[in-house]
């Protein structure tokens, strides 16, 4: 059976190196037709899953895509992308240019494959650890605590909570190599101990065990999606068909009718824009084995207006009111798993094992909750990025975050979204004590715990 699917993907591989000599694909960037935007211009031949990994190029970029139109009915792939920087400028940084004409033109042979980017590449570097679970005030915290104490450091991270679930990517390394775990008694081991932290907070026991591979690259935002959509979450839309749900947020506009005479199925999105809503839809559709025919997108102001017409990959449309309703919730679910809830705070200092769980530790014994969390590491610094809420419901306290930030360090942490407002204290710390000489200390002496 391995031997044929090993046969099958060999011979698709070569079908689709064939196709790209006979057709390659042709990128134009053009940054004289408009004023204010780069248009990007992308011919290739057609084969399920293009219309993503272009997507995903731009978007790993952080290119904002302002207006778009794809075509990609029959054996042809045309797309034009109307792009920005992330200052809202046109694109004019040749590395980046080159980047995109080498990644979506005819010099990257596997640009396009979905297992270039999907799979697992084995490898040293890391210890990928999937998780997902029940979400609860906390969480994060007795993860990371677990894995310090298994002498594992948490390199890389995304974090995703979304109605009541919750799910993680995380990059580790050993302690004392710097390397991927590869021991097969202790991936065990870290798995049974993480396993306990993920039931803990869920009488149903519903959580699935860890999932850890060793890996040097993984698309997170895809496995995140692909563990949200295994764990149901978009089920929690059934029951709520308001304008807002539960914590205030605006629902998106999605609906989805049939074109009979064509057999295609229409979906038009309607909802906030934000970064990386284009890559969220169209993956969704993808994974869900919808092909995209045609689309127009339009982000030009603070809305964000998607129209995709779609069949299921054997050309039919949406066959039931059953599966219309799957698509409309779905969509929904994954244009929500990113939005970022709460007040968003920046932390960079020199990275170290523990430090995860010491910041996330802080923010639990403040009754802060982590709604969603991006750490990164490079050349010996930490990058984190954390959206907290307070566990209780109510706007986080602008004392707790000035006390947070005296321990920690006010250089170190930094607030940079939501309604607190935090002036720095007369008498401030630029290392804080969680980092200078007392980060040996338990913190209830800094009388920050909660009872």
């Not at 894995?147 to 050993?174: F, G, S």
């Not at 190599?177 to 021991?183: E, F, G």
């Not at 699935?208 to 764990?231: C, G, I, W, Y």
Request: charged share 30%.
């Amino acid at each position: 059976m391995d031997n044929c699917l090993s046969y099958s993907c060999h011979r698709d591989d070569e079908i689709a190196r064939f196709l790209r000599r006979v057709n390659p694909p042709k990128v134009v960037i053009d940054n004289d037709v408009y004023n204010n935007v780069t248009v990007i211009k992308v011919d290739s031949a057609n084969k399920h899953g293009i219309l993503l990994e272009v997507v995903q190029v731009l978007t790993d970029l952080n290119l904002t895509i302002k207006k778009a139109y794809i075509s990609s009915d029959g054996g042809w792939f045309m797309d034009v992308f109307n792009v920005t920087n992330q200052d809202g400028n046109k694109v004019t940084d040749e590395i980046v240019l080159d980047y995109i004409r080498k990644s979506l033109g005819p010099e990257e042979s596997s640009c396009f494959s979905p297992r270039s980017t999907i799979g697992v590449k084995q490898s040293v570097d890391f210890t990928v650890i999937e998780l997902t679970g029940t979400d609860r005030p906390g969480l994060l915290s007795e993860l990371c605590a677990v894995l310090t104490d298994l002498q594992c450091n948490v390199a890389n991270a995304e974090i995703w909570t979304h109605r009541a679930k919750a799910a993680a990517v995380l990059q580790v390394t050993d302690e004392v190599t710097s390397s991927a775990v590869t021991d097969p008694e202790r991936l065990s081991k870290i798995r049974k101990l993480l396993g306990y932290v993920l039931t803990g907070g869920s009488r149903s026991r519903r959580s699935r065990e860890p999932k850890t591979t060793v890996s040097s690259s993984l698309n997170a935002d895809r496995r995140l999606h692909q563990l949200m959509f295994a764990d149901r979450d978009y089920d929690e839309w059934e029951n709520n068909v308001d304008d807002e749900d539960k914590i205030g947020r605006v629902v998106p506009d999605v609906d989805v009718s049939n074109l009979h005479d064509l057999d295609y199925s229409i979906v038009m999105i309607k909802c906030k824009d934000r970064p990386k809503l284009l890559f969220d839809t169209v993956f969704t559709l993808t994974d869900m084995k919808y092909v995209v025919s045609h689309a127009s997108i339009d982000a030009e102001g603070p809305e964000a207006y998607q129209e995709y017409y779609i069949r299921h990959t054997d050309g039919s449309p949406v066959k039931s009111e059953a599966e219309r309703q799957r698509v409309i919730k779905c969509l929904k679910a994954a244009i929500q798993r990113r939005v970022s809830e709460g007040l968003k705070l920046e932390l960079c200092t020199s990275d170290r094992v523990g430090l995860l769980s010491d910041v996330t530790r802080i923010f639990r014994e403040n009754s802060l909750t982590v709604t969603r969390a991006e750490v990164k590491t490079k050349g010996g610094k930490a990058f984190n990025t954390f959206y907290v809420r307070d566990a209780s419901g109510y706007e986080v306290d602008a004392k707790t975050i000035d006390s947070i930030r005296q321990v920690i360090g006010q250089k170190i942490l930094q607030v940079k979204g939501g309604n607190t407002e935090v002036k720095p204290s007369s008498q401030e710390s630029q290392t804080g004590f969680l980092f200078g000489v007392f980060k040996s200390r338990s913190f209830v002496n800094f009388g920050l715990i909660r009872s």
